[in-house]
């Protein structure tokens, strides 16, 4: 079955880079996504990259996909203080319309 | 162009009595995804709908259904409501060809 697994904390200073990490065990995944929710809100879709890239890059948001090891990563240049937030990576495997997501890293970022 | 809503806002209901919860599509979007949201974890599948049929289902009872509505609007039901149903439930609207799914804001529902 798929599980998508995230770390739970990430503290950064304002400024910085964030680095966010994913793994996901289903190896026929197709989609994976980055999402962003802040508090009492819903969720925003950042970016998401096709099983069949290695990198995809949207202004100051970088993913990389490493398919072999099954792990995923969100970095965030110049960390904001808006970017404060918990962020869920989530996968899609072929044939699927469910989004399976992991249980959220919540980036908190200091000024 | 108008994101997703979902009415209500809050929502606060007795064990064993029954829920609607609605969403409203972005304009364009022919599909509808609900997910539950239980406090401190990601969400999860319930179902999708697409041209007023049901197009999926996760590992949730029968007593939660859910109807399409020829504008793509779509209700959430839930029957004989348990503790454990307290959650945040968000709908999701996108093209059924997109991999853009788009969230509303959520219904939290407290279950006493």
């Known amino acids: 079955g798929e599980d998508v697994e995230q770390s739970l904390f990430l503290s950064v200073r304002e400024g910085d880079s964030s680095v966010i990490n994913c793994t996901y065990t289903d190896s026929s995944s197709t989609y994976l996504y980055w999402y962003k929710q802040e508090p009492g809100a819903g969720l925003q879709l950042l970016t998401y990259i096709f099983s069949n890239m290695d990198m995809k890059q949207d202004q100051r948001l970088t993913v990389l996909l490493n398919k072999k090891d099954k792990h995923l990563s969100l970095r965030i240049a110049d960390t904001q203080t808006g970017d404060s937030a918990i962020y869920f990576c989530a996968e899609r495997a072929p044939g699927r319309r469910a989004l399976t997501f992991g249980s959220g890293t919540r980036l908190q970022v200091q000024p | 162009e108008t994101g997703v809503t979902q009415s209500p806002t809050h929502l606060i209901k007795t064990r064993g009595q029954q829920v609607t919860l609605r969403c409203s599509s972005q304009?364009?979007?022919?599909?509808v995804s609900w997910y539950q949201q239980a406090l401190g974890q990601g969400p999860q599948f319930i179902f999708q709908y697409y041209r007023e049929e049901e197009n999926g289902r996760g590992n949730f009872p029968p007593r939660f259904s859910g109807l399409q509505f020829p504008n793509y609007s779509s209700e959430l039901n839930v029957n004989a409501l348990e503790l454990d149903d307290s959650a945040l439930y968000l709908c999701?609207?996108?093209?059924?060809?997109?991999?853009?799914?788009?969230f509303g804001p959520g219904t939290r529902l407290t279950v006493t």
């Open positions: 999701a609207s996108s093209l059924f060809s997109s991999e853009e799914q788009y």
């Open positions: 304009s364009g979007h022919n599909t």
